[in-house]
């Protein structure tokens, strides 16, 4: 079960126009993120399962038009998102959800030790390559390619006999894993009528027992968003020829 099922009222998205800058290192912890974004999904999930709505402050940003501030005073590298923590800025995104899971209070989202730690570890280390496979479909061999990637989830689910990663409770590599799932899983059916849990079982009741969770559910991106967007970003040469 989620941690908190309260709806939360989402700050305003922050931009070039915004100058008022929030007091950074003032002791409060902040999570500078865009609400569409999967990597930014993360750690946002993994704030709300573990009940910090209060203690980490969500400070949304606008990527394609950051506030100045947001450089000069949080990320010299321009990074989103990024977790501001006890003097110090985190901007890795799988440093960021083990940092709030291993700093603060809630339910725990990693084994310390053990089976189930090695293969997370794993996981967490095959996260680009999964990605890079997944996304890969949308412009090759659709079929193909996805099958790889989400032929490997299926083989995952499998190790602790689900229905999620690591057994019967969510995890952090759950959480890492489905804003980019969530994405191609949105993508792969609209533009390609290609369903990823089909034939795959393990995958199909990882996604529905996930979306029963409102810490995720809560962080859900708007599918129509994600199509559009998809379609600019990967088949402009398509719509132009």
Not at 23 to 38: E, H, I, M, S
Not at 136 to 161: C, I, N, R, V
Request: proline share 5%.
């Amino acid at each position: 079960m989620a941690a908190s099922n309260v709806k939360e009222v989402l700050p305003p998205t922050l931009d070039s126009t915004s100058s008022e800058a929030p007091a950074v290192f003032d002791g409060t912890t902040r999570l500078y993120l865009n609400y569409q974004c999967p990597v930014a999904q993360r750690a946002w999930i993994t704030r709300n399962y573990k009940g910090l709505q209060e203690k980490i402050k969500l400070v949304g940003i606008d990527l394609a038009n950051k506030p100045t501030w947001y450089k000069e005073k949080v990320s010299p590298e321009n990074k989103v998102p990024s977790l501001e923590d006890d003097n110090k800025i985190i901007v890795d995104s799988i440093d960021m959800v083990k940092y709030i899971d291993s700093h603060f209070e809630g339910p725990a989202l990693l084994p310390q030790e053990g089976a189930k730690r090695e293969f997370a570890e794993d996981l967490l280390a095959y996260t680009n390559t999964f990605i890079g496979k997944a996304y890969a479909s949308f412009k090759g061999d659709t079929e193909k390619q996805a099958g790889e990637a989400f032929d490997y989830l299926e083989s995952a689910l499998e190790k602790f006999e689900g229905p999620f990663l690591l057994g019967d409770g969510i995890s952090l590599v759950d959480i890492v894993y489905i804003p980019f799932v969530e994405r191609v899983d949105i993508f792969l059916k609209e533009v390609y009528k290609y369903d990823i849990s089909s034939g795959r079982p393990k995958v199909a009741t990882w996604l529905q027992e996930l979306n029963k969770i409102d810490a995720y559910l809560d962080t859900k991106v708007d599918p129509d968003f994600v199509v559009q967007m998809y379609k600019k970003r990967y088949l402009v040469s398509n719509i132009c020829n």
